[in-house]
């Protein structure tokens, strides 16, 4: 039996070898490929610890809404409107031969919507001047049906705020944010009557912050948001996640006039400083000095041979205003205003304009390479031709 067995042992025994070899071999190998698979699945699977910035956001903002919407209020105005029948009424010789005096005028009602916000109980209504302009009469209608007729306390062209009043009980008023905390990529809402369909919200970020647009004010950092705004939200609420007012919605950027995702709004902290003055003199004073000035750069000064320092170069000046008056020249460099150095023509403009009629400004100028302090009376500010 055991001579049978013995040609049997050696290539069995080889077998085994070699089986306990690729074991091993394979075992050792396929370890780190299960361990990154496991580790990588990890990392899938559950979020960094590091990482403090938070994606979530609320299923839905009906509580922001609800809480912001009743202040909201759409506003109907209507105006007379004189307009000439035709232009060959015009034509002097066209009258005479037809025995007109005068060219014939057909008078009709010109109706436009807009939106506003209740920010007081008390019956004051912050919407945009251009949504009230010149309008013979004003009706407001609130989101629980009630209408009634508006009056205007005041307006301010110059950042498109107006301030209207309504007497009538148990009114909504919106609360005010702070618009200090805003930052770029807040949820924002914006509530408002667009092209008259009836009050609508419409879900943006806050795409942009402190956005100068001179077309629209000189005095107004706008908020720059995507939350569509059409035609009839002007004057409606920007309010933020919480139902707070952050900005009263003004303009869009549109080629078509419809919502293209670039609308502005008036921060709530410029329109209530607007509001302040409105509400005591029906109107906004501002300091004002008459000059025109111009960033002075190196280019600028090489051309105009003049010193190249950092300053403002006066390019104009209003005849008989206070600068004018006091002794300020075209040519003359700004360099500091009351002990402050001046580098931006709007910085310079924002200071004067919180100044009021009869203060005093000190305006340190160069002229002729030399430093010269002219004492200025500030006076007020002329209302913009509309």
């Known amino acids: 039996m055991k001579s049978v067995l013995r040609p049997l042992v050696g290539p069995v025994l080889y077998g085994l070898i070699l089986a306990l070899a690729y074991i091993f071999v394979v075992e050792r190998t396929s370890q780190p490929i299960q361990h990154e698979v496991v580790l990588i699945e990890k990392q899938i699977t559950e979020p960094a610890q590091q990482s403090t910035v938070s994606i979530s956001e609320p299923v839905s903002y009906a509580d922001a809404v609800s809480k912001a919407q009743p202040a909201v209020v759409n506003i ?50 912050l919407t945009n001047n251009h949504v009230i302009a010149e309008a013979d009469q004003i009706k407001v209608g609130l989101a629980d049906g009630r209408e009634v007729e508006a ?22 008023a919106i609360t005010l944010a702070n618009t200090e905390n805003i930052r770029v990529g ?103 000095v008459g000059i025109e000035p111009q960033v002075l750069n190196p280019v600028l000064a090489q051309a105009l041979n003049l010193p190249n320092i950092q300053g403002l170069l006066v390019v104009g000046i209003a005849k008989n205003g206070p600068a004018h008056q006091a002794g300020v020249r075209p040519g003359d460099i700004i360099t500091h205003m009351n002990g ?40 007020a500010r002329p209302t913009p031709h509309s």
């Open 76 to 125: 109907a105005t209507s105006k007379l409107v004189t307009e000439r029948v035709h232009p060959l009424y015009e034509d002097p010789i066209f009258r005479r031969f037809f025995g007109l005096n005068q060219a014939p005028r057909r008078q009709r009602m010109q109706q436009s919507l807009g939106s506003g916000v209740i920010i007081s109980p008390s019956g004051y209504i």
């Open 151 to 172: 009056q205007v306390v005041g307006s301010d062209p110059e950042t498109d705020l107006a301030l209207l009043f309504i007497d009538m009980p148990d009114l909504p």
């Open 186 to 288: 807040d949820v924002v809402l914006a509530i408002g009557n667009p092209f008259g369909v009836g009050q609508t919200v419409t879900k943006g970020i806050v795409s942009a912050l402190g956005r100068h647009q001179s077309d629209l004010s000189s005095f107004v950092d706008f908020i720059q948001t995507d939350a569509a705004i059409n035609p009839g939200n002007s004057g409606g609420a920007l309010i933020n996640a919480y139902g707070d007012l952050i900005g009263i919605n003004t303009a869009i950027y549109s080629n078509s006039g419809g919502s293209h995702g670039i609308g502005f709004a008036i921060p709530i902290s410029t329109a209530t400083t607007v509001v302040k003055q409105l509400v005591q003199y029906g109107q906004v004073i501002r300091g004002w």
């Open 340 to 379: 402050n150095m001046i580098e931006d023509p709007r910085a310079a403009m924002d200071m004067i304009s919180n100044m009021q009629p009869g203060e005093k400004v000190t305006i340190r100028v160069n002229r002729q390479n030399q430093s010269i302090d002219i004492l200025v009376v500030v006076g």
